[in-house]
């Protein structure tokens, strides 16, 4: 069983950056795709990034893309996301979440565990 922690997370100004980590427990873990999932205050679970279990591949959703770069360390059990040019409706609670393939998804059921969330709270 793979236990994941998130941590990065803040209050950022419009436009600044955050880097959220998400360290995992367990041996598995390089074979393991790594997905970001944001769930905002409302509003439903959204596909944010994904990664391979080695790192090679990687998939974003189109609000990100281009301002949002998924990575891992797997020498150090941890992914990371890097969140640029931030905007108000970025903010949400972001979940780091893993699966038992190594292979990339979009989709929430899809991953077998999560993370409790960290919060990113973006001001205008």
């Known amino acids: 069983q793979v236990q994941l922690v998130e941590s990065g997370g803040g209050l950022v100004q419009a436009g600044g950056s955050v880097r959220l980590s998400c360290a995992a427990s367990g041996r598995t873990f390089s074979s393991s795709a790594v997905g970001w999932f944001r769930q905002a205050l409302g509003k439903g679970r959204e596909f944010v990034a994904t990664?391979?279990?080695?790192?090679?591949?990687?998939d974003y959703a189109d609000s990100v893309k281009g301002r949002f770069t998924i990575s891992r360390d797997n020498a150090k059990n941890t992914a990371y996301l890097q969140m640029n040019s931030l905007k108000p409706e970025d903010t949400a609670v972001y979940y780091c979440?893993?699966?038992?393939?190594?292979?990339?998804?979009?989709?929430?059921?899809?991953?077998?565990?999560w993370g409790q969330g960290t919060q990113v709270t973006v001001s205008s």
């Open positions: 990664i391979s279990g080695s790192g090679g591949t990687s």
């Open positions: 979440a893993g699966r038992s393939r190594w292979t990339l998804a979009r989709r929430a059921d899809e991953y077998d565990y």
